[in-house]
């Protein structure tokens, strides 16, 4: 069974998820946002095996690179996003100055891809390439646990007019993949509280 702990990260309130299977000791990480510091005290005591990346927007990866240092762990991300832990133009960061500083870190050690299986923990995650959020946007599924990162939230879904954002793709990711999934779906989002694919197709406004 995989456990999920949520950690609400940073001025834009971004999810942070660390995850744990029945070897407690070991975790995953995905998308460890700004302001990391509740996130670095609950893992002190583990060892994290990856960080996993929905996309590399500076919200999502905030605290890459203070989590890598202190835990010698790899990043994953899609190699359409590969050039934006190294930009700040890219990852937006440089855009909002009000809320974050220009942030930059090492590139990911793996690259994620469309039906990629990763083997962590204990549990076989399967990657879905999802764009229209961002061009390198993934979904993780876990069983019956979705992390959909800025794809799919509760009664909406991502915006589209940031650099490399699409509305027709964002729409197609969800309908054409993640609305394909069973209704009993968890789904954990990059902002806001978990639902269901179930929930979502019969009552998001934005994706009927």
């Known amino acids: ?8 990260l940073g001025p834009l309130q971004t999810n942070a998820y660390l995850l744990t299977g029945e070897d407690s000791g070991r975790a995953v990480i995905i998308d460890p946002g700004m302001n990391p510091g509740a996130l670095i005290k609950k893992i002190q005591p583990l060892e994290i095996e990856a960080i996993l990346l929905t ?9 890459v690179d203070e989590i890598r240092k202190l835990k010698n762990c790899p990043v994953y991300l899609h190699d359409l996003e590969a050039e934006w832990l190294e930009n700040p133009k890219m990852n937006g960061s440089q855009n909002w100055p009000e ?3 220009p942030l930059v870190t090492a590139p990911a050690e793996y690259s994620l891809g469309e039906g990629q299986k990763l083997e962590l923990i204990g549990h076989t995650f399967t990657v879905y390439h999802t764009p229209g959020h ?10 019956d646990d979705l992390f959909s990162g ?10 589209t007019d940031l650099y490399g954002g699409r509305e027709r793709d964002l729409i197609d990711s969800i309908q054409n993949k993640l609305y394909t999934f069973k209704d009993e779906v968890k789904v954990y989002p ?11 197709r019969l009552h998001n406004p934005y994706v009927s």
């Not at 069974?1 to 609400?8: D, E, H, K």
């Not at 961002?134 to 069983?143: A, T």
């Not at 990059?190 to 179930?198: A, E, L």
């Open 1 to 8: 069974m995989l456990n999920v702990q949520t950690f609400c």
């Open 55 to 63: 996309h590399a927007h500076f919200d999502h990866m905030g605290g």
């Open 99 to 101: 809320v974050s500083r």
């Open 134 to 143: 961002s061009p390198g946007s993934v979904s993780f599924l876990c069983g």
């Open 150 to 159: 800025d794809v799919l939230f509760k009664l909406g879904v991502g915006r």
């Open 190 to 200: 990059g902002h806001g509280p978990k639902t269901t694919i179930g929930y979502e």
